[in-house]
């Protein structure tokens, strides 16, 4: 029988070795945590303000749906360098139909995705059946959707858009029970409120259900100490961060579409057959498709949906400018590619996370929102980024020497 100190000694190196395996996945949600500290200091409490973080999610919310998307197409061992050109036609589509032709937001919107799938098809149809290289492809459709732009504006920008289409980007959650103002807690919003409590809730019952599971069928789980800790943690920056939000104008419409969004790509990489079939995929196309798997339309389906996704945060960046520009996406696929690359994804394929993409989307959106509030220009900006970015990319090598 072990005494408490052996016990103690036996436990330890466990958890060390499982923070040693994880490394690459902690190690970017730690400098998500470092990050924020740092410019909620050097900015004065400006950061965590409830208006900044609503800022920070309207911002931001396109990159982060832009980037569950370019994650599976990297995971498959692509690249999408239209995605911006993308967002500027499917903003122009919508331009023209809602502003010239008065059709109404849904049909337009409807249409805008479907011809979002339709791009991304076009694309996917020539790499994945023809082979020709993504990055050649997809500079091709850079070119060529950011001119078709130019065109369908005629080098003006065309707007405002309806009320009710705005509220995609720019709306907030309906309160449904008017709080009295509380001790200490003043005025929230109380459906904010009740999200903010039963969100978190549901995530530690789904975790402590999922480590039951495996290990009653042998697989091996984080210590329980780090279990614990881990869930603790998120709890309490949730409830903090939906606190914050709540004493505001409470949850904005596209967080919620957000988090459905991550919810279901985070289920298919992890829980579909799909899903493992892409990471195949990524890892090795030879042996899947020995394995009998159609890599070919594996490949097609990535892009097809990168293009359903990238016109979906089309129409996102048209309802928060209430305009479509000919500039719009102007080097947004090098924040949705970078945010993949810092949360963890590999350059060859066939590594990364739903989970990571969304940390990476959000380390890019505090860099520029902190950077901003400090008054620094765009050119120091671009230096920081691209030296963060550089650093995720040596920080992913050094992991991969070290296993």
């Given at each position: 029988?072990?005494?408490?100190n052996?016990a103690?000694?036996?436990?330890?190196?466990?958890?060390?070795?499982?923070?040693?395996?994880?490394?690459?996945e902690y190690?970017?949600?730690?400098?998500?945590v470092?990050?924020?500290?740092f410019?909620q200091i050097?900015?004065?409490?400006?950061?965590?303000?409830?208006?900044?973080?609503?800022?920070?999610?309207?911002q931001?919310?396109?990159?982060?749906?832009?980037?569950?998307?370019?994650?599976?197409?990297?995971?498959?061992?692509h690249?999408?360098?239209?995605?911006?050109?993308?967002?500027?036609?499917?903003?122009?589509v919508?331009a023209?139909?809602?502003?010239?032709?008065?059709?109404?937001?849904?049909?337009?919107?409807l249409?805008?995705?479907?011809?979002?799938?339709?791009?991304?098809?076009?694309?996917?149809y020539?790499?994945?059946?023809?082979?020709?290289?993504a990055?050649?492809?997809?500079?091709?459709?850079?070119?060529?959707?950011?001119?078709m732009?130019?065109?369908?504006?005629?080098?003006?920008n065309?707007?405002?858009f309806?009320?009710?289409?705005?509220?995609?980007?720019?709306?907030?959650?309906?309160?449904?029970?008017?709080?009295?103002?509380?001790?200490?807690?003043?005025?929230l919003?109380?459906?904010?409120i009740?999200?903010?409590?039963?969100?978190?809730?549901?995530?530690?019952?789904?975790?402590?259900?999922?480590?039951?599971?495996?290990?009653?069928?042998?697989?091996?789980?984080?210590?329980?100490?780090?279990?614990v800790?881990?869930?603790?943690?998120?709890?309490a920056?949730?409830?903090f961060?939906g606190?914050?939000l709540?004493?505001?104008?409470?949850?904005?419409n596209?967080?919620?579409?957000m988090?459905?969004?991550?919810?279901?790509?985070?289920?298919?990489t992890t829980?579909?057959?799909?899903g493992r079939?892409?990471?195949a995929l990524?890892?090795?196309?030879?042996?899947?498709?020995?394995?009998?798997?159609?890599?070919?339309?594996?490949?097609?389906?990535?892009?097809?949906?990168?293009?359903?996704?990238?016109?979906?945060?089309?129409?996102?960046?048209a309802?928060?400018?209430?305009?479509?520009t000919?500039?719009?996406?102007?080097g947004?696929?090098?924040?949705?590619?970078a945010?993949?690359f810092?949360?963890?994804?590999s350059?060859?394929?066939?590594?990364?996370?739903i989970?990571?993409?969304?940390?990476?989307?959000?380390?890019?959106?505090?860099?520029n929102n902190?950077m901003?509030?400090?008054?620094?220009g765009?050119?120091?900006?671009?230096?920081?980024?691209?030296?963060?970015l550089l650093?995720?990319?040596?920080?992913?090598?050094?992991?991969k020497q070290?296993?």
């Amino acid at each position: 029988m072990n005494t408490p100190n052996e016990a103690t000694q036996t436990a330890a190196p466990s958890l060390a070795v499982f923070l040693r395996q994880n490394m690459r996945e902690y190690g970017i949600l730690i400098a998500l945590v470092v990050i924020m500290i740092f410019f909620q200091i050097i900015t004065g409490g400006v950061l965590f303000r409830p208006v900044n973080l609503t800022n920070l999610v309207l911002q931001n919310s396109f990159v982060v749906i832009m980037a569950l998307g370019m994650l599976l197409v990297i995971v498959a061992g692509h690249i999408d360098l239209s995605v911006g050109s993308i967002v500027a036609i499917i903003g122009a589509v919508a331009a023209v139909m809602m502003v010239n032709y008065k059709i109404d937001p849904w049909t337009t919107s409807l249409v805008c995705l479907i011809l979002g799938g339709v791009i991304g098809a076009a694309q996917g149809y020539w790499i994945a059946y023809h082979h020709i290289p993504a990055f050649i492809v997809t500079l091709a459709g850079m070119l060529v959707f950011r001119g078709m732009t130019l065109w369908l504006l005629g080098g003006m920008n065309i707007g405002p858009f309806p009320a009710e289409f705005q509220k995609l980007s720019t709306g907030f959650l309906p309160d449904l029970v008017s709080l009295p103002e509380l001790p200490l807690l003043g005025s929230l919003h109380s459906t904010s409120i009740l999200l903010t409590l039963a969100i978190p809730a549901l995530l530690v019952y789904l975790s402590w259900r999922s480590r039951k599971l495996n290990e009653s069928h042998g697989i091996e789980v984080e210590p329980f100490a780090f279990f614990v800790t881990q869930n603790a943690v998120l709890v309490a920056v949730m409830v903090f961060l939906g606190y914050q939000l709540s004493t505001y104008k409470g949850f904005p419409n596209i967080l919620v579409i957000m988090g459905v969004l991550i919810a279901f790509y985070t289920f298919v990489t992890t829980r579909t057959t799909i899903g493992r079939r892409i990471y195949a995929l990524g890892g090795n196309e030879k042996a899947t498709r020995l394995s009998g798997i159609n890599t070919d339309r594996l490949s097609f389906y990535t892009f097809i949906n990168m293009g359903v996704l990238a016109g979906f945060a089309g129409l996102i960046v048209a309802a928060r400018l209430n305009s479509s520009t000919p500039k719009a996406g102007n080097g947004f696929e090098l924040d949705v590619i970078a945010a993949c690359f810092i949360g963890g994804a590999s350059t060859t394929g066939g590594v990364g996370k739903i989970t990571g993409a969304v940390v990476g989307a959000f380390i890019m959106g505090v860099l520029n929102n902190g950077m901003s509030i400090m008054g620094l220009g765009i050119d120091f900006q671009q230096m920081v980024k691209g030296l963060v970015l550089l650093a995720a990319v040596v920080f992913d090598l050094y992991n991969k020497q070290k296993s």
